[in-house]
């Protein structure tokens, strides 16, 4: 009875039904105590029911699992792990109790026949049997073969075919009865899809030469794109939900069997109309947004009935200025051209100061695909991050303006600062100033001045620095409010999120700037707080937090000063986050080098680039004190190459309506396309790390 305090009443039937049969129990439990015949028929018959609904949720559990493991290929072990544990939940929450209780009622006393024992005993064996045959079914079904790699000379000699063929229009496609070869050609220009056509051939140039034959007049200096068609299977058409999961975006195409050539969904056409994660997996579910929607699947394939469609591997390729074969490869919409951290540290930077206005202030959010940079509150903890990175830049390439950037970014923030806090300059909030805002303000100023030279802003930056002092406690730890009108910390508010830890890279990089061995005792208890008291409840011993301020600011105390146990702990956070990272495999692809859970969920480039913020200092710090990094550095380079590769940059450009005002930008993900100033600030600020490093 307990079960119904805790079970959503939204579905009658389902709702009905468990009542049914808590209400068998409650009827039959004392005709059971007084041995009568039929109450052990309906007790086992219930207790069966019971062991079907356990095998029924285990079974949904491992079935989905099968298919989405066919779909995404390397499933990721953290999902994997996730969903038998969760199964192994169900079917002890489910079905312990009832197979048990059959036990008993199985029992040669028991009263039932010999005849039931049996007929009772194969449907328990047909339970076992039934999640471990669908299963294998559903993985067999659905599991789409990996294509055969193409070798780059072939690529090149099909788009030279198709070039030529375009040039010398109207020109006769290869003579050949085979269709071994199927592709899409695609001509983009200005960010655009200009046309498409579809070819099959004996050979790969026959079915390029086919498709350019087909396809309509185009601007000259589009840029040609060749999707070679791969190993199919079929989609499955229900339960929606799961249909918006039903391939892999930006790698997989999708078509309606037997429909015209040309109604095809292919990589491209998913992340160029950003529709992936758009819609919740689950209508209550907001914050779990997967797939891409039903309704624009069918719009585009102009067929409504999804188990018409089937889905196929895509290898794409795209002309580029990469010789020998100026061919390139193409995953997920990232040209795979040879990208430079230092090159890729300074685009960003120079993205960042396009995207400043006079007054100092950044647009927030551009989006590349159409041009437009959408209105948004402001934030002023990104604000002075981002005023942070652009002086972090200036000592790596000189000359670019980011220095003048900075120096504008600070102006802002110092127009909005008042002595409103104890005293001492801060940047309020209404009521309340935060410490997290003015501890990102503080290590700009600071980073500003060590890179300028320019001492102007020394007063200001010792006063926010007073600030911090007065918040923190006899622990170390910071009070992250401080209320204006009381004009008092607020010890007891809720912690927020990074304020101790920005506090304690900020007090660091201050008394290195300032001279004020105060600031370095503040930065050392701070830090004995985070890699300590913080952690020293239960979980906290098995378990890192976002730690990656904890260790920059580690990095930035003299090597004097570093306790061997904070390395200890920036060792363990890197070996921690490490275990999420994508490695090369046969389908992690464009996943390499970031973290992430599985391959269902599409990494996030903020987290690549945060994380590999953090991890080139505590590369920096090993090496230092001489601890073994050859992990850390292989965890490092495929973080950065990841960043440098997914930058929208000349030659990886071309989904970009205007591809010289994107360049340098980090989109959220490989498939989608919003480039925020935070997501730029931290790659910008990992990349210079790296490049510090030689990496």
């Known amino acids: 009875m307990v079960l119904l305090a805790f079970v959503p009443w939204k579905w009658p039937a389902a709702n009905a039904a468990l009542l049914l049969y808590l209400g068998a129990h409650v009827v039959t439990a004392p005709s059971l105590w007084r041995q009568r015949p039929w109450a052990r028929k309906v007790a086992v018959v219930t207790a069966l029911v019971g062991i079907a609904f356990g095998v029924i949720a285990v079974a949904g559990l491992l079935l989905s699992w099968a298919y989405l493991r066919s779909v995404y290929g390397s499933f990721g072990k953290g999902a994997s792990l996730v969903a038998l544990l969760i199964a192994a939940t169900a079917f002890q929450l489910l079905s312990l109790y009832p197979a048990l209780r059959l036990k008993a009622l199985l029992a040669p006393q028991g009263g039932i026949s010999q005849l039931w024992r049996r007929g009772i005993r194969g449907v328990l064996a047909t339970f076992v049997l039934l999640p471990l045959v669908g299963t294998a079914g559903i993985h067999t079904r659905f599991a789409l073969a990996a294509p055969s790699p193409l070798p780059r000379d072939v690529v090149a000699q099909a788009l030279k075919g198709a070039r030529q063929c375009l040039i010398q229009k109207p020109c006769a496609a290869p003579s050949g009865s085979g269709d071994a070869h199927e592709v899409y050609l695609s001509a983009f220009a200005n960010g655009r899809l200009q046309a498409r056509a579809h070819g099959q051939g004996d050979s790969l140039r026959a079915a390029a030469v086919q498709a350019a034959s087909r396809l309509p007049d185009t601007n000259a200096a589009a840029q040609l794109k060749l999707d070679v068609v791969g190993p199919a299977a079929p989609v499955l058409a229900w339960p929606e939900a799961l249909q918006a999961m039903a391939f892999d975006p930006g790698r997989d195409g999708l078509r309606v069997k037997g429909a015209d050539a040309n109604t095809v969904v292919l990589p ?71 990208a430079n951290t230092h090159a890729a540290a300074v685009a960003a930077g120079q993205f960042i100061v396009r995207a400043q206005a006079p007054d100092g202030t950044f647009a927030y959010v551009y989006r590349p695909w159409t041009n437009t940079t959408p209105a948004q509150g402001y934030n002023e903890a990104r604000h002075a991050g981002t005023a942070y990175a652009l002086a972090m830049l200036e000592p790596l390439a000189p000359g670019h303006g980011f220095l003048a950037g900075s120096q504008r970014a600070l102006q802002w923030l110092l127009n909005h600062m008042e002595p409103a806090c104890d005293g001492h300059l801060c940047l309020r ?267």
């Not at 997996?281 to 997967?290: A, G, H, K, T, V």
């Not at 580029?320 to 990232?334: L, Q």
């Not at 990272?581 to 990494?603: C, K, M, N, W």
């Open 268 to 338: 491209d056409d998913v992340i160029a109309a950003d529709v992936y994660g758009e819609s919740p997996l689950l209508p209550f579910l907001n914050e779990l947004r997967l797939g891409v929607p039903t309704p624009w699947l069918a719009q585009q394939l102009k067929h409504p009935a999804a188990g018409t469609v089937e889905r196929f591997a895509v290898q794409g390729f795209i002309e580029c200025e990469e010789p020998p074969a100026h061919v390139c490869s193409v995953e997920r919409g990232v040209v795979q051209v040879p």
């Open 429 to 695: 909030e209404g009521a309340v100033a935060r410490v997290g805002p003015n501890a990102l303000a503080l290590l700009a100023l600071v980073t500003y001045q060590r890179a300028s030279g320019d001492t102007t802003w020394a007063k200001q930056a010792a006063d926010l620095a007073a600030f911090l002092l007065h918040q923190q406690k006899s622990n170390g730890d910071l009070a992250a409010v401080f209320d204006v009108q009381a004009g008092r910390r607020v010890t007891k508010a809720p912690a927020q999120m990074f304020a101790t830890e920005e506090a304690a890279m900020a007090l660091a990089s201050a008394a290195r700037t300032l001279q004020d061995p105060t600031l370095q005792t503040a930065a050392v208890r701070a830090l004995d707080f985070l890699t300590g008291e913080k952690y020293a409840d239960f979980l906290g011993r098995f378990s890192y937090g976002i730690d990656s301020w904890t260790c920059m600011a580690a990095e930035a105390l003299p090597d004097d000063v570093v306790k061997p146990r904070w390395v200890d702990f920036c060792l363990g956070y890197a070996d921690f986050i490490g275990r999420l990272q994508f490695s090369p495999d046969e389908r992690a692809g464009a996943f390499t080098g970031h973290y992430g859970f599985s391959h269902v969920l599409i990494p996030q480039a903020p987290a690549a680039a945060g994380f590999a913020e953090a991890l080139t200092a505590v590369l920096a710090l090993a090496k230092r004190h001489q601890r073994d990094v050859h992990a850390l550095q292989t965890q490092v380079e495929r973080a950065l190459r990841a960043l440098a590769q997914d930058q929208i940059r000349p030659g990886n450009d071309y989904l970009a309506l205007t591809p010289a005002a994107a360049w340098g930008g980090i989109r959220r993900s490989v498939v989608e396309s919003e480039v925020r100033i935070d997501f730029v600030q931290h790659a910008a600020s990992a990349l210079a790390r790296g490049s510090a490093l030689g990496i």
